[in-house]
């Protein structure tokens, strides 16, 4: 069992920064991927950034330049730096990860419980 920890969210101004953490414990031999999705009010869930193993990371159009995302493989723990936020970044935020317990098992992927991020003056 792999357990998600997300912290970070909360109300913040429009032009604000938030920081979320996502902590991973438990079955884990490696990460590949680690990645932060989000869904909005009457939307689907659609992919914010993501980051591999090896440090390459990919974005949403609608935040690049805004938004970065990192890792610390010593902690399994992802980061999502926010700055010059808006409105429409109003959302649950999930992180994702793409993993394996031992070295010869399946690639499982296993979410969080999700963080409200809300971008209101």
């Not at 926010?82 to 979410?111: F, H, Q």
Request: aromatic share 10%.
């Amino acid at each position: 069992q792999v357990q998600l920890v997300e912290s970070g969210g909360g109300l913040v101004q429009p032009g604000g920064s938030l920081r979320l953490s996502c902590a991973a414990s438990g079955s884990i031999f490696s990460i590949y991927v680690m990645g932060w999705y989000r869904q909005g009010p009457g939307n689907k869930r659609e992919l914010v950034a993501a980051i591999t193993s090896g440090g390459s990371t990919n974005y949403a159009d609608s935040v690049k330049g805004r938004f970065t995302i990192s890792r610390d493989n010593a902690k399994n723990t992802s980061y999502l730096q926010m700055n010059t936020l808006k409105p429409e970044d109003t959302a649950v935020y999930y992180c994702r990860i793409t993993y394996r317990s031992d070295p010869m098992g399946a690639t499982i992927i296993s979410w969080g419980q999700g963080t409200q991020v809300t971008v209101s003056s």
